[in-house]
């Protein structure tokens, strides 16, 4: 088993930027893909941006250029550097991880994912 735990979301004002940290523990050896994905209310959950088995970041164009995803294999964390944060970014954020490896086009989709964090709030005012 894989567990992940997300944390640095808050309230900011538009325009401004925050970093969000995702730490797993557990058989992370088993894991060739992880990314952020959000939900916000009302809506489906989506991709935000991922990592595969290359180092390849893969960005969803609503976040192209703004967000940066990173990871840092010794600490087993996954990042997610937001900048020029909007109204519409706010969201529930949950980092994903899958076991496999992803070699589709794009993001993969939310159900190939094994495991889930618990999310980390992130609101953007106007």
């Known amino acids: 088993q894989v567990q992940l735990v997300e944390s640095g979301g808050g309230s900011v004002e538009a325009g401004g930027s925050l970093r969000l940290t995702c730490k797993a523990s557990?058989?992370?050896?088993?894991?060739?893909?992880r990314g952020w994905f959000r939900q916000a209310p009302g809506k489906e959950r989506e991709a935000v941006a991922g990592i595969d088995h290359h180092e390849s970041p893969i960005y969803a164009n609503s976040v192209k250029d703004r967000f940066t995803i990173s990871r840092d294999a010794v600490q087993r964390t996954l990042y997610l550097e937001m900048n020029s944060l909007r109204p519409d970014d706010s969201a529930m954020y949950y980092c994903?991880?899958?076991?496999?490896?992803?070699?589709?086009?794009?993001?993969?989709?939310?159900?190939?994912?094994?495991?889930w964090g618990e999310g980390t709030l992130v609101t953007i005012s106007s």
């Open positions: 994903g991880a899958m076991k496999r490896r992803w070699h589709g086009y794009g993001l993969p989709p939310i159900d190939t994912m094994d495991y």
């Open positions: 557990g058989n992370t050896d088993r894991v060739n893909y």
